[in-house]
């Protein structure tokens, strides 16, 4: 009872200690994670590849768009080089997680991809080994991933899935649609997966799309409607320019409102021989 009450100046004073200190804690908290996503925007975007193979008749181009919802950024990537017998060989995927460790995780998966690569022919063998290797090196992680392997010469494309969402094809003659292959369990679950292996002829003018469920899906639209979209572009766009077709795609991305990275990889094949890459 003879408790004396602070008076009303110190009780002010101590409010505004405590609302500083906490106003610093939380910059610093926020710096330190914004710290962490330019980390893992940087790390991404190194490991994307900085020029795609080319072929007479071939052109290419990819885009990559990060998402920020949270200050997080993910693991999606884009990759293409050429092999030693002369084949191409692109790939478009989707690392779980949306923080560093992902985007180191995603480096992980393309360095793989690249080394089985040079020896197995497969794309199905391409695909299970990297599984395998990321099984024994126990990450704790999956990813999607569509892997493919182009022989310029013979217009064959082969292709195997793990897991990721359907390509999208047209022809300059009005057909255009979604691939349907069987696929496997995505990268990371199962050891001993095997990955059936599709095989395309891309004679005649068209274009062949890679990408990743963060163009196709989100707040604004579900998978099917953001498939239909992009199916609709690729079509319409199909004898353009591999550049403005994945401009074209990359938009549709924006317009799903998603909440997730996104990476769009475009084959337009049967072009004029004097097209670039």
């Given at each position: 009872?003879?408790?004396?009450?602070?008076?009303?100046?110190?009780?002010?004073?101590?409010?505004?200690?405590?609302?500083?200190?906490?106003?610093?804690?939380?910059?610093?908290?926020?710096?330190?994670?914004?710290?962490?996503?330019?980390?893992?925007?940087?790390?991404?975007?190194?490991?994307l590849p900085p020029e795609l193979p080319s072929a007479p008749g071939l052109?290419?181009?990819?885009?990559?768009?990060?998402?920020?919802?949270?200050?997080?950024?993910?693991?999606?990537?884009?990759?293409?080089?050429?092999?030693?017998?002369?084949?191409?060989?692109?790939?478009?995927?989707?690392?779980?997680?949306?923080?560093?460790?992902?985007?180191?995780?995603?480096?992980?998966?393309?360095?793989?991809?690249?080394?089985?690569?040079?020896?197995?022919?497969?794309?199905?063998?391409?695909?299970?080994?990297?599984?395998?290797?990321?099984?024994?090196?126990?990450?704790?992680?999956?990813?999607?991933?569509?892997?493919?392997?182009?022989?310029?010469?013979?217009?064959?494309?082969?292709?195997?899935?793990?897991?990721?969402?359907?390509?999208?094809?047209?022809?300059?003659?009005?057909?255009?649609?979604?691939?349907?292959?069987?696929?496997?369990?995505?990268?990371?679950?199962?050891?001993?997966?095997?990955?059936?292996?599709?095989?395309?002829?891309?004679?005649?003018?068209?274009?062949?799309?890679?990408?990743?469920?963060?163009?196709?899906?989100?707040?604004?639209?579900?998978?099917?409607?953001?498939?239909?979209?992009?199916?609709?572009?690729?079509?319409?766009?199909?004898?353009?320019?591999?550049?403005?077709?994945?401009?074209?795609?990359?938009?549709?991305?924006?317009?799903?409102?998603?909440?997730?990275?996104?990476?769009?990889?475009?084959?337009?094949?049967?072009?004029?021989?004097?097209?670039?890459?």
């Open positions: 009872m003879n408790r004396r009450r602070p008076s009303r100046s110190a009780s002010s004073d101590e409010l505004l200690t405590t609302l500083h200190d906490l106003t610093s804690r939380a910059r610093r908290e926020v710096e330190l994670h914004q710290a962490r996503v330019e980390l893992a925007e940087a790390l991404q975007r190194e490991m052109r290419t181009a990819a885009r990559y768009a990060p998402a920020r919802s949270g200050l997080d950024i993910g693991g999606d990537w884009y990759d293409g080089f050429v092999l030693p017998d002369g084949a191409l060989a692109f790939a478009v995927g989707d690392a779980q997680g949306h923080d560093v460790e992902a985007a180191a995780f995603m480096g992980q998966i393309r360095i793989a991809m690249r080394a089985f690569a040079l020896t197995a022919e497969d794309p199905g063998e391409v695909m299970s080994r990297t599984n395998d290797l990321l099984l024994a090196a126990d990450t704790g992680r999956l990813a999607t991933c569509t892997f493919v392997r182009l022989d310029p010469a013979r217009g064959e494309l082969r292709s195997a899935r793990a897991g990721h969402v359907a390509a999208v094809w047209a022809t300059a003659d009005g057909r255009a649609g979604t691939t349907d292959d069987e696929g496997g369990l995505p990268l990371g679950v199962q050891a001993g997966e095997e990955y059936p292996v599709t095989t395309r002829s891309l004679g005649g003018e068209g274009a062949f799309v890679l990408l990743t469920d963060g163009v196709v899906e989100g707040p604004s639209y579900s998978l099917d409607e953001g498939l239909d979209e992009v199916v609709r572009l690729v079509r319409s766009g199909v004898t353009g320019e591999a550049d403005a077709l994945a401009d074209a795609v990359m938009g549709s991305a924006e317009r799903t409102g998603h909440q997730d990275d996104a990476a769009v990889l475009v084959l337009r094949h049967g072009c004029p021989a004097s097209g670039g890459g």
